[in-house]
């Protein structure tokens, strides 16, 4: 990979492009780290970078909301979070059987919530590892 991408007139621009590979005993996570870009007319400068590594793995995940009397509850929002890459966030609603899917959950910790109307709300933390 060529590192200089060559002269660039005042005013002008040109793409750059930064290609992320982690190994495969990379855990998952969240990394940051910095591309600083060397000038001969400018100081350095630091742009942060931050990468989210998951798994490649993933599967589906099965809930069927029943209240204390187990009858089913339709209409219930859920909500699953991971534990580790918070931002992998999921919301789903109960169809009238009271069950709900989420589809390609990568691998890892998740915590959920159930919310209902006229129910008190469920949370569990975490869950399926």
């Not at 005042?10 to 492009?17: V, Y």
């Not at 400018?42 to 995940?61: E, F, K, L």
């Not at 580790?84 to 789903?92: A, D, I, S």
């Amino acid at each position: 990979m060529d590192k200089n991408i060559g002269d660039i007139p005042a005013g002008e621009s040109k793409p750059a492009g930064l290609f992320i590979e982690p190994g495969e005993t990379v855990p998952t996570g969240v990394y940051d780290d910095q591309v600083v870009i060397y000038s001969d007319n400018h100081t350095p400068y630091a742009y942060h970078v931050q990468v989210t590594i998951t798994s490649s793995a993933t599967g589906t995940v099965l809930f069927s909301v029943m209240n204390e009397f187990f009858v089913t509850v339709a209409n219930a929002s859920l909500t699953v979070q991971n534990q580790q890459l918070l931002e992998l966030l999921y919301n789903v609603k109960t169809g009238a059987d009271g069950s709900a899917a989420v589809y390609d959950v990568p691998e890892g910790r998740y915590a959920y919530n159930i919310t209902a109307p006229y129910h008190l709300p469920y949370s569990v933390l975490p869950l399926f590892p």
